[in-house]
Nanobody, 116 residues
Framework: QVQLVESGGGLVQAGGSLRLSCAAS????????MGWYRQAPGKQRELVAT???????NYADSVKGRFTISRDNAKNTVYLQMNSLKVEDTAVYYC??????????WGQGTQVTVSS
């Protein structure tokens, strides 16, 4: 089994910053692709940022220049630094680990609320 433990969510004023962390544990024997997704009430889950086994990243257009994804392969941990937060960033944020080509693991989600 693989467990993903997320932390760092909370309430923040618009323009503020948060850092999300996601630590994977369990039966992990390789460096995996990891990423962050988010889902706002009444909306589809959407990609925020991903990072592959070689460190290459990609971002949703809505967060480019404000969010940064990084990883620590030795700890199987992925981070999301969120700066210049907007009310529109309010959502539940989910960590994802690509265990194999066909299997993904998801965290339980952490709430990020940005107030005006």
């Amino acid at each position: 089994q693989v467990q993903l433990v997320e932390s760092g969510g909370g309430l923040v004023q618009a323009g503020g910053s948060l850092r999300l962390s996601c630590a994977a544990s369990g039966s992990i024997f390789s460096v995996n692709n990891m990423g962050w997704y988010r889902q706002a009430p009444g909306k589809q889950r959407e990609l925020v940022a991903t990072i592959n086994n070689y460190g290459s990243t990609n971002y949703a257009d809505s967060v480019k220049g404000r969010f940064t994804i990084s990883r620590d392969n030795a700890k199987n941990t992925v981070y999301l630094q969120m700066n210049s937060l907007k009310v529109e960033d309010t959502a539940v944020y989910y960590c994802r680990l690509e265990y194999s080509t066909l299997v993904n693991y998801w965290g339980q989600g952490t709430q990020v609320t940005v107030s005006s």
